[in-house]
C-alpha cells in the first residue's frame, strides 16, 4: 500500500516523526496528500504542503520597456546549464522578443522570430548543441497606467522572480514589495484574490484542530475565525508582516508613501514539476550491459 520511501517523503514535507507519519498513510490508505491533512487535523503538523517547490532547474527573467514588463521562464534538466552563457543569453532574447510583442499564449510566442529563426526552432537548436532538453515554460506580460510604477526582484541568480505594480509609489518602494513577494510568497495579493477553494480548505483543517481539542462551540468559532486571520497574515502579501519593518503590514508599507499594490506575479524555477529521481549507479550498469 506505502513504502518507506513514502514514509520518509511525508516526513520530510510535513516535520511529523516517522510513526505518526506511517499511521498516517495507514489511514488514509497511503494517499499523500489526504495524510498530510490528516496530520494536521490532529495538530501533528503545522507544515504547509510542500510540493510546490522548486523540482526542476532554469531561468527566470524579466524585462520592461516604459509601461510593459514580461517575466519568462525557461527551463533545463540542470543548474549547471542554467548557468551556462548561451542558455543565459538565449533566455535574454526570448524575454526581450516577447516583450517587443503582443503575443499572448505560449502558442503565438513559439511562433515568434528571433535572429532568423522562431522561438520553437531556436529552443530545439538550443538543446541538440547543449544536450540537455530545454522547455521555454510560460510567461506573463503586465501593463501599467503613467502614474504606476514596476518593481522587480531576482532572487538567487533567477530560480525566483517577482513582478509587482504599485501606484502613486517610488520605485523603490515598489522594489521592495518585489523582495517581500520573492522571500514570502504570498499566495495573493489580498484576501479577496485568495482561490476560495484554499480558504474552505483550510477552515475545514482549523475547524477539525478546534474540534480536536474539545473546546466549546462558541469559543471554537472564535478560534477557528483566529486561525483563519493567522493564515491570512501569512498568505496574503498585503497582510504580510514586512520583512524590513515587522511592526507594519506590507499594505500599511506602501501606504506610508500614499500608493496601493495593483498586481502581483511570482515566479519559482520548477514549481510544480515533478524531479525526476536519477539512480546513477543503475544508468551506468544499463549503459555497460547495453
Known amino acids: 500500500m506505502f513504502s518507506a520511501k513514502d514514509v520518509k517523503e511525508l516526513r520530510e514535507k510535513t516535520g511529523a516523526g516517522m510513526l505518526d507519519c506511517k499511521k498516517a498513510l495507514q489511514e ?9 491533512d490528516w496530520l494536521r487535523e ?19 527573467v524579466i524585462k520592461e520597456k516604459e509601461n510593459k514588463a514580461v517575466m519568462i521562464e525557461v527551463n533545463s534538466e540542470t543548474d549547471f546549464v542554467a548557468k551556462n552563457e548561451e542558455f543565459t543569453s538565449s533566455v535574454n532574447a526570448i524575454a526581450e522578443a516577447i516583450l517587443e510583442s503582443d503575443v499572448k499564449t ?37 501593463e501599467k497606467n503613467d502614474d504606476e510604477v514596476f518593481g522587480t526582484y531576482l532572487h538567487l541568480g533567477g530560480k525566483i522572480g517577482a513582478l509587482v505594480v504599485c501606484k502613486n509609489t517610488p520605485v523603490e518602494v515598489a522594489k521592495d514589495v518585489a523582495m517581500q513577494v520573492a522571500a514570502m510568497a504570498p499566495l495573493a495579493r489580498n484576501r479577496e484574490e485568495l482561490d476560495e477553494a484554499v480558504v474552505a480548505h483550510e477552515e475545514k483543517i482549523i475547524k477539525e484542530q478546534v474540534l480536536g481539542e474539545g473546546k466549546p462551540e462558541d469559543i471554537a468559532e472564535k478560534m477557528v475565525s483566529g486561525r483563519l486571520n493567522k493564515f491570512y497574515k501569512e498568505v496574503c502579501l498585503e497582510d504580510q508582516a514586512f520583512v524590513k519593518d515587522s511592526s507594519l503590514s506590507v499594505k500599511d508599507y506602501v501606504k506610508k508613501s500614499g500608493g496601493t499594490i495593483e498586481k502581483m506575479v511570482r515566479f519559482a524555477v520548477g514549481e510544480g514539476i515533478e524531479k525526476k529521481e536519477e539512480d546513477f549507479a543503475s544508468e551506468v550498469m544499463n549503459q555497460i550491459n547495453g
Open 28 to 36: 488514509c490508505d497511503g494517499n499523500s496528500d489526504k495524510a498530510i
Open 42 to 60: 490532529k495538530g501533528i503538523s503545522k507544515a504547509a504542503k510542500k510540493e510546490g517547490r522548486v523540482a526542476a532547474e532554469g531561468l527566470c
Open 106 to 142: 505560449i502558442e503565438e510566442a513559439n511562433n515568434l522570430v528571433i535572429d532568423g529563426e522562431s522561438l520553437s526552432d531556436k529552443i530545439v537548436a538550443l538543446t541538440a548543441k547543449i544536450g540537455e532538453k530545454i522547455n521555454f515554460r510560460r510567461f506573463i506580460t503586465i
